[in-house]
Nanobody, 124 residues
């Protein structure tokens, strides 16, 4: 059984940093995208960042987080991270880890495996 378990959320002030972790078990995702999505109250789930595969190290970010967030991956631990710096109030959301699409995609519908979510709250 595949499980993704997120950790690292919390409540911070604008300008602070947080590091989210997502540990996968039950399956190795070395050559498949692992990504972070977020959902704010009353809004649709949106793509944040993806680490496309271990061998290429390619990463993709939504424009609003470029230069502030960094996604990384440790295949020895089957874990993906999201380092979030210079946090803004508008980053407040539940952040979800997702994995395992069959192609490079930023559409949450295409990701079969999901974590339970971790709350990030940024006070302005």
């Amino acid at each position: 059984q595949v499980q993704l378990v997120e950790s690292g959320g919390g409540s911070v002030q604008a300008g602070d940093s947080l590091r989210l972790s997502c540990a996968a078990s039950g399956r190795i995702f070395s050559n498949e995208p692992m990504a972070w999505f977020r959902q704010a109250p009353g809004k649709a789930r949106e793509f944040v960042a993806a680490h496309l595969n271990w061998s290429s190290g390619s990463t993709v970010y939504t424009n609003s987080v470029k230069g502030r967030f960094t996604i990384s991956r440790d295949n020895t631990k089957n874990t993906v991270y999201l380092q979030m710096n210079s946090l803004k109030h508008e980053d407040t959301a539940v952040y979800y880890c997702a994995a395992g699409p069959t192609s490079t995609t930023y559409n949450w519908h295409d990701y079969p495996y999901w974590g339970q979510g971790t709350q990030v709250t940024v006070s302005s």
